[in-house]
T-cell receptor
Framework: DQQVKQNSPSLSVQEGRISILNCDYT??????FLWYKKYPAEGPTFLIS?????DKNEDGRFTVFLNKSAKHLSLHIVPSQPGDSAVYFC????????????????FGQGTILTVHP | GAGVSQSPRYKVAKRGQDVALRCDPI?????LFWYQQALGQGPEFLTY????????KSGLPSDRFFAERPEGSVSTLKIQRTQQEDSAVYLC???????????FGSGTRLTVV
């Protein structure tokens, strides 16, 4: 079962506009959420995170919103730049039996973001 | 080193061959994770080490997969009798403690033919 889902395989945005990447989860035990960015032939790079006690976290051009009742989070990139073109993964931690406080992550399938000049 | 180093970067194995994938974490990082990423999918958890102790191996897909970290630094993921379904990128990540924003290596792309 897919506990973390990114339903949009790809997103295309014009430079300077806002990019919105979405993620849904099913496990209500998740208490920490992260976004990773991945370029080809490289490992994922941590971008931004949010704890379940918050509904928003901002870092420069990147803002993550969490809606716990809807089990939904989103990543906003404003303004989008061509260098933002990459695969973006949503990830969650804290759910499951046996405790996962050590940081085991469950990832979504990823969304390919393309920012056109 | 400055980052998490994985070797080899690419490995082609004949079906039935044994392979060993190496991970050099960032010096001093206590926690080490292995993930498997199939084509077009997100990374999936395989196993977790805290220093030399393997605390969670629930994600290892079969008993053909074995991981170790004998001295609490370098880790090796071994796959015995490789099958075509083992073809994937194997990612290693490390962190200094209970820190969710951990650092990934570039991965080893394994192709079983």
């Amino acid at each position: 079962d897919q506990q973390v889902k990114q339903n949009s395989p790809s997103l295309s945005v014009q430079e300077g506009r806002i990019s919105i990447l979405n993620c849904d989860y099913t496990n209500s035990m998740f208490d920490y959420f992260l976004w990773y960015k991945k370029y080809p032939a490289e490992g994922p790079t941590f971008l931004i995170s949010i704890s379940s006690i918050k509904d928003k976290n901002e870092d420069g051009r990147f803002t993550v919103f969490l809606n716990k009742s809807a089990k939904h989070l989103s990543l906003h990139i404003v303004p989008s730049q061509p260098g933002d073109s990459a695969v973006y993964f949503c990830a969650a931690s804290g759910g499951g039996a046996g405790g996962t406080s050590y940081g085991k992550l469950t990832f979504g399938q990823g969304t390919i973001l393309t920012v056109h000049p | 080193g400055a980052g998490v180093s994985q070797s080899p970067r690419y490995k082609v194995a004949k079906r039935g061959q044994d392979v060993a994938l190496r991970c050099d974490p960032i010096s001093g990082h206590v926690s080490l994770f292995w993930y498997q990423q199939a084509l077009g999918q997100g990374p999936e958890f395989l196993t977790y080490f805290q220093n030399e102790a393997q605390l969670d191996k629930s994600g290892l897909p079969s008993d053909r997969f074995f991981a170790e970290r004998p001295e609490g630094s370098v880790s090796t993921l071994k796959i015995q009798r490789t099958q075509q379904e083992d073809s994937a990128v194997y990612l290693c990540a490390s962190t200094i403690g209970v820190n969710y924003g951990y650092t990934f290596g570039s991965g080893t792309r394994l192709t079983v033919v």
